[in-house]
């Protein structure tokens, strides 16, 4: 037997074994009446079983574990008196100083001077430009059908309480930036947001935007009128109002007419006027028949009155910060650095017709208005950007007015004991304190009796800081519930819950919910309580949160 000689050599194994091992995909044909892999089994699906369930709800409380985390709890003591380490201190005097009457006033018809010499005998008087006031046409636009969504159950985070629960994209809200938020007569729930207007009638999300005739998607205030059409301020878009019977739309912006596409504020007078601020075009005003429609969208003679007051007719700024009417009728309008201006413009009344400024010059802390308020006493709360906290008697606006108050301006600051000298909110409880939300310097609250420009020795002033358990020391929005709580909404805390018991010898308790706890978002921007007691968190970016505070069952 012949043996043939082996002439592989180490080398040749080497490149067979590794040839052998590549892990490459090889077409490999099979023939047409063969197959790879059986065929799948198919069998027809059975009819399912159908089992009633019942949702076991644990309520949170001591001796009740749950693996749902409950809210993070701060209780906070009995305040001490030691100036380091405690949150009660006494408030400081404040600063008086003599409040003038003002430099600049206008008026606007020789009727008006008449009555303006009377009140201001030696006073110069200015005549000013009349209002700008002309007759627009609003582009009207058939409302578009809404997208609508089934609302699908609301989130909840894998640490959350079961108490608090958010909507978002997810459940069909339009946008999760939430600017502004109202309840209707017929109890739907309206949120002004980033990304368009949506309605909420407990089942289904109504979604409105530029493809159903909005004119902008970028909503930042919300009113209704007193016949049930939604008042709608846009930034970039001017103003928009929904004809919620008839189902068209209003709108109003510069080829319209209006003064700037951008509203900053809204307010309903008494007498029916809605009065527009505006960022950069002053205040528009529209007369009471714009907020009611005719219902017939084919007349083109439709057209309202506008009348406009800006710096050409005596006011200090365009730009609009703030607006509030007193209860004697003032239209008090606050400035991005202009001050305070007071407008009386209703030409059906006996009074006059006029407008005045009110600045540093006049006794005012500052120039840049934040937020405006009118206590129940009368008085008027002037929070500025940087100058603190002004407290004015009403009285100090009427040159001829009867009532016992000196006309002085009290100026309260950090050298009074604020926490911080820029006021982004304000807010009066039910008993009667202030309520003072400030930028870097957290929560302060004045007792009732500070408030009516008397003696203020022995008055309190409590502060609420991350130091005695707050989240966050930028407050953005204040509320009180129906059981007098106070509901703290922070740029980046979340929400804190606050017992007002200022009067009280018990201790305080000051809940804090934020991501730890699934709140969605650490921006509260607004705060609303529903008609059940629900507490209703509009946030930056996490759309919408709902909270039973006082059942703690959602």
Known sequence: MMHLPCKCNFLDLVFIFLQSCKNETKYVPFPGNESEFAAPVVKKLGKPDIIK???????????????????????????????????????????????????????????????????????PLIKAQEPITKTIKPKIVILGQPEKVICKPAQTADNAINNLKFYSQDQGLIATVTHC????????????????????????????????GLSNNNIVCLLESKDGNLIIGTNGGGLIILDTKNQYLKRFGLSEGLTSDNVKCLLLSRDGNLLIGTFGGGLCTLNPPTLSGTGDITDTNISQCLKNYSEAQGLSNNEVSSLLETRDGHILI??????????????????????????????????????????????????????GLNILDP????????????QSLKHYSSEQGLSSNSILSLLESRDGNLIIGTFGGGLNIMDHGTLTLKDSKNQILLCYSKKQGLSNNNICSLLENRNGQILIGTFGGGLNVLDDNLNSNHNQFLRNYGAAVGLSDGIVLSLFEGRNGNLIIGNNGGGVNILNEKSQIF
């Open 53 to 123: 369930v019942k949702p076991l709800k644990i309520p949170l409380g001591k001796g009740k574990p749950d693996s749902i985390k409950p809210p993070e709890i701060v209780k906070l003591g009995k305040p001490k008196i030691v100036p380091s380490i405690t949150n009660k201190k006494p408030l400081g005097n404040p600063e008086i100083v003599p409040f003038k009457q003002p430099d600049k006033i206008y008026y606007f018809t020789n009727a008006s001077k008449a009555l303006l010499q009377k009140k201001y005998p030696g006073k």
């Open 181 to 212: 938020m109202c309840f209707d007569k017929k109890g739907n729930l309206w949120l002004g947001t980033d990304g368009g207007l949506c309605k909420f009638d407990g089942k289904e999300w109504w979604n409105y935007n530029i493809k159903q």
């Open 334 to 387: 606050g400035t991005n650095g202009g001050g305070l201006n007071v407008l009386d413009y209703n030409p059906d009344s006996n009074r006059d017709q006029s407008l005045k400024h009110y600045s540093e010059a006049q006794g005012l802390s500052n120039n840049f208005i934040s937020c405006l308020l009118e206590s129940k006493d009368g008085n008027l709360i002037i929070g500025t950007n940087d100058g």
């Open 395 to 406: 009285g100090a606006l009427n040159a001829n007015s009867n009532r016992n108050f000196s």
